[in-house]
């Protein structure tokens, strides 16, 4: 175990996977390595399914631990994922989804940069002291850049040890999150 989770912490999450599954066996003391391997599955890998078996895994073996409720939530979450990955609901693929995400922000940057001039002079001094208070306020806020396999969760887990507070973030980040299932690589986000 100890061997999986360095390997986990290093960023090799296919051998981390092979040492964690080496030590599994249908004992009690096997949930823990469930848990790690569906966490592994869920925030690393985005493979909602593998993630689901070893949440399954961890509650069979350990209904009252720990991180059971977390595990509820998650299960509930990837059935979803789980679903739409398997419906082929997608039209288009997640790359050009993400192409044409960002080409619509900046068409929307671009429209409020030549609506932003015909403001009258009150007008514009209240947006603009409202703006700077906006970005006062978010100074105290942190920012995370998305790597590959981030989800909202699995951002939330990082920042929070929890997966439950991912709803904050996507509030503050309503302007640039438009699909909440399908994060950006290398997009910024606040963490309040």
């Keep these: 175990m100890q061997d999986a989770d360095s390997k986990s912490a290093q960023g090799d999450f296919a051998r981390a996977i092979n040492l964690y599954e080496a030590a599994l066996d249908d004992s009690p003391r096997c949930a823990e390595i469930h848990y790690k391997l569906a966490l592994l599955y ?72 030549r609506t932003g001039p015909s403001r009258s002079g009150p007008e514009k001094s209240q947006a603009n002291e409202a703006s700077s208070r906006k970005i006062a306020s978010k100074k105290a806020d942190r920012t995370y850049v998305v790597q590959s396999g981030d989800t909202l969760f699995s951002i939330s887990r990082k920042f929070y040890r929890s997966p439950k507070r991912w709803k904050e973030i996507l509030n503050a980040n309503e302007k640039t999150i438009h699909d909440p299932k399908k994060l950006t690589v290398g997009q910024t986000l606040v963490i309040p």
């Design 42 to 113: 869920d925030d690393k890998l985005n493979d909602p399914i593998s993630a689901l078996h070893h949440f399954k895994r961890y509650l069979a073996l350990s209904p009252d631990g720990p991180h059971a409720n977390e595990v509820k939530k998650s299960m509930k979450h990837d059935e979803i994922a789980a679903l739409t990955a398997l419906s082929g609901d997608s039209v288009i693929p997640r790359s050009e989804a993400a192409q044409l995400r960002n080409e619509n922000l900046n068409l929307r940057k671009e429209l409020e940069a």
